[in-house]
């Protein structure tokens, strides 16, 4: 395997997994990325299920525990079965989305000034809540994700449809939306792990089986370079942002998709850098 493209794996795989649960777009920045390597393989998508399957396990590995405690209880504990009923509302809405639009998205939206676009228009949004939060001595009514109910977990499945949109985030629109849901900070970051779980196994299977016909074993090295920087990577943030919202707010977050995004605006309006070929 060619030492820059393993180097060029390795470096998206990180990527993937720092930013799948920020709230600053994982898919924005491979899109950006990608663009400035110009990493460029034929097996790119099913890559792409590579590294968000790395992410992911990270988030199941990092709360094995728990999810082992709530499959234990789905025979017999109300709470448990709650809690999983939640996340399967929660996944649904954006599931539907998805099949319907991702084509029609991904033809029109994959590039990076749109995604810029995405970027800026996302921090303001957050902003905008942490403002209207610190104005009114927010009292969250959610304070743990045991304490959602259906229609709870359905209004942020809703949130998570504008996720669909590169450069928005998934979870950015699913912590955000908690947010101005009701919940507290870490309810809502720890629902946004716990439904990245079916939402990424879900969008990376459906894209597995779309790429099927660029599965080659020669590429399986690229793929586990991929997969292990971002296992490594994810687990490292999931651990640390958990951390972090314990007490802090999103406002710096939302400056960084601010300023990212407008460095990517203000560059290709100069002419400094050409994105017109991304995507």
């Avoid at 777009?25 to 990608?34: D, N």
């Avoid at 405690?69 to 989305?97: H, K, S, T």
Wanted: net charge positive.
């Amino acid at each position: 395997m060619d030492l820059l493209l393993a180097l060029k794996a390795i470096l998206l795989g990180i990527v993937e997994g720092l930013t799948e649960f920020l709230p600053i777009s994982s898919t924005g920045h491979l899109i950006v990325v990608e663009d400035l390597i110009r990493f460029r393989p034929g097996s790119r998508p099913a890559f792409l299920v590579a590294i968000q399957s790395g992410a992911i396990l990270a988030v199941c590995w990092e709360y094995r525990a728990r999810l082992l405690q709530l499959a234990r209880g789905l025979a017999g504990d109300a709470g448990e079965r709650r809690l999983a009923l939640n996340i399967a509302i929660a996944f649904v809405p954006a599931a539907i989305a998805g099949v319907l639009f991702k084509k029609t998205i991904d033809t029109v939206l994959f590039f990076p000034l749109p995604v810029a676009t995405a970027l800026v228009l996302g921090g303001l949004v957050i902003l905008w809540v942490e403002r209207r939060h610190a104005t009114r001595d927010y009292h969250p009514r959610v304070n743990s994700i045991e304490e959602m109910s259906a229609l709870d977990a359905f209004k942020i499945g809703c949130a998570q449809c504008f996720s669909l949109v590169p450069g928005t985030s998934r979870s950015g629109a699913t912590i955000i939306g908690g947010l101005i849901f009701g919940f507290s900070r870490t309810a809502a970051t720890q629902f946004s792990f716990f439904l990245a779980i079916p939402t990424v196994i879900g969008a990376a299977v459906y894209s597995l089986y779309k790429a099927r016909d660029q599965l080659q074993t020669a590429d399986a090295p690229l793929f586990a370079l991929g997969f292990a920087a971002a296992f490594l990577a994810g687990l490292l943030c999931v651990r640390w942002l958990l951390r972090y919202v314990a007490s802090h707010d999103f406002v710096l977050f939302a400056w960084y998709r601010i300023v990212f995004g407008a460095v990517i605006l203000l560059t290709a309006y100069a002419g400094v850098v050409d994105w017109s070929e991304a995507g």
